[in-house]
């Protein structure tokens, strides 16, 4: 048997002790969902673990209601993910957060960053992000659960599910998953990300660059209609994209800004390589200045695509525009 607040896992050897279980739920009716989700959460309450949900709104409001009293219980946190998470870059940082309030104490998470509606970048984004995981929490008192409407999702994100996750639940019981290819996913996720030619630039090429450049991207921003929240995000973004180039490379750092329907894109190219794909995603706190830079970056956007190879690597992170402003040519 596995250790308290764990699921029983069948391998088909003999059973093991895994600190960390993450495992993927492919489920086809709100029924199902509440018939595997619903005796995770109670189960975690039940043994004194904490348990944070993370669901999109419609399923906040289903287990909300099936939780009853238990859902003010202390130790239980229920979240929108659309609210906290919608860069899926963003989410880790959360999950580690909340990990680490209580190292010597098991928690669990439900974790349903992939839902229908989400763009074909944010579900390459969800698939990176799940990949990750097993590496971010590897050796972790930590249960996480991930929930994947196979009625509305495509075969291609489900597929994705099953090489992210080394287990699927199924039947309210664990199987290794015989899709597993953490290494494969992150590959295909890690593709060129194309320059965008109708693009306004700037260069980067030292640190005197840096309030002109905020400036260039302060003009733009305006001129396309972002709101003067989303300009001080901007600022920010293509400040630390910037100086994280002018650190770690030797060479220049060109800025690229677009619009992209509801968004505008603030991308970075340099001649650096991302050797560490969990730099920007976990909270780096007060001793890790050198990820702090991509760490606001991720929590500021709301989408972050990565491409890094040994040419170079490209950051585009997309803010969100107001509805219906600016120019739209």
Not at 79 to 105: H, Q
Not at 158 to 163: E, F
């Amino acid at each position: 048997m596995m250790e308290s607040g764990s699921a029983e896992v069948t391998t088909g050897t003999e059973d093991e002790h895994r600190p960390f279980v993450h495992s993927a739920f492919l489920f086809r009716s709100q029924a199902e969902y509440l018939e595997t989700v619903l005796p995770f959460v109670l189960e975690g309450l039940a043994t004194d673990e904490r348990v944070l949900v993370a669901v999109p709104g419609e399923y906040v409001a289903l287990l909300s209601a099936a939780l009853g009293g238990q859902g003010s219980r202390a130790g239980l946190q229920l979240l929108d993910i659309a609210e906290v998470a919608r860069n899926p870059s963003r989410f880790l940082a959360l999950e580690g957060s909340f990990a680490e309030e209580s190292p010597d104490r098991r928690a669990r998470i439900v974790s349903q960053v992939c839902w229908p509606g989400r763009t074909s970048d944010e579900f390459v984004a969800c698939m990176q992000h799940e990949a990750l995981v097993n590496t971010a929490f590897q050796g972790r008192p930590l249960t996480v659960l991930c929930p994947f409407d196979a009625q509305r999702l495509g075969d291609e994100v489900l597929a994705g599910a099953r090489a992210a996750h080394p287990m699927l639940c199924e039947g309210g019981s664990l199987h290794v998953s015989p899709d597993y290819a953490p290494d494969e996913v992150l590959a295909q996720c890690n593709q060129p990300l194309p320059a965008n030619p109708g693009a306004v630039t700037y260069m980067v090429r030292k640190s005197d660059d840096l309030k002109p450049a905020r400036s260039f991207a302060v003009n733009y921003a305006g001129w396309v209609g972002l709101s003067q929240d989303g300009i001080e995000d901007l600022q920010l973004v293509a400040t630390e994209l910037a100086t994280n180039s002018l650190m770690y490379t030797d060479g220049a750092c060109r800025l690229a800004f677009w619009r992209d329907a509801d968004h505008l894109v603030c991308e970075a190219r340099d001649s650096g390589r991302l050797d560490d794909p969990l730099v920007g995603r976990l909270d780096p706190g007060p001793a890790g200045p050198a990820s702090r830079g991509l760490y606001l970056v991720n929590a500021i956007s709301d989408l972050v695509r990565t491409h890094t190879a040994s040419t170079g690597t490209t950051i585009q992170a997309y803010l969100r525009m107001s509805p219906s402003s600016g120019p739209t040519g």
